[in-house]
């Protein structure tokens, strides 16, 4: 299946959502999963961290979770840091646990076409092979240093 996305298409996802889980989410300043995670919340967005390896920690404000399941109030959108190969199981718990999910959005070198049809299937937007951070930033006018600059804070819109 094709990867190409409108900016329309993406800017919709990233205008519309505020609440984000990050599935593979990492501790470590230095990961890439930690670094998205953190612009997205300087962005204004809630980021949710879900790491089964820390849960109970706290990272950008909130408490790292060990699954989708355990997340109280539902998430907008899923950002999954992981193996293309995982990814299945990850879009059943998001789809069975938050029934007004708007986004799957699968990282860099992340494609499952067999988990994008089942959220489509939902009607759930599908995103593979991106990076929201970089999409924000380049649709929002950010993009600095082949999109890792994180230093500039402001609001999403």
Same mark, same amino acid.
């Given at each position: ?8 298409? =993406?800017? @919709? /996802?990233?205008?519309?959502?505020? $609440?984000?889980?990050?599935?593979? !989410? ?6 890439? @999963?930690?670094? !998205?995670?953190?612009? =997205? @919340? ?5 980021? /949710? ?18 699954? =989708?399941? +355990? ?11 992981? $193996?293309? +190969?995982?990814?299945?199981?990850? !879009? +059943? ?8 999910? @708007? ?16 959220? $489509? ?8 092979? $991106?990076?929201?951070?970089? +999409?924000?930033?380049? =649709? ?11 230093? !500039? ?5």
């Amino acid at each position: 299946m094709s990867q190409t996305y409108s900016d329309d298409y =993406l800017k @919709s /996802i990233l205008t519309r959502v505020n $609440r984000i889980a990050v599935v593979g !989410v990492s501790l470590n300043s230095v990961r890439p @999963s930690y670094y !998205v995670a953190r612009y =997205l @919340s300087l962005k204004g967005y809630t980021v /949710i961290p879900v790491n089964p390896g820390h849960v109970g920690k706290m990272l950008f404000g909130q408490k790292v979770v060990g699954s =989708l399941s +355990e997340i109280n109030g539902g998430v907008d959108m899923v950002d999954i840091f992981r $193996r293309s +190969e995982h990814v299945p199981p990850i !879009v +059943e718990e998001a789809l069975a646990s938050f029934p007004d999910l @708007s986004a799957i959005w699968m990282q860099i070198g992340v494609v499952n076409d067999e988990a994008a049809e089942m959220a $489509r299937a939902r009607g759930v937007d599908v995103v593979m092979n $991106r990076c929201p951070k970089i +999409e924000h930033q380049r =649709l929002f006018g950010e993009l600095r240093m082949g999109g890792f600059n994180t230093g !500039v804070i402001s609001s999403k819109l």
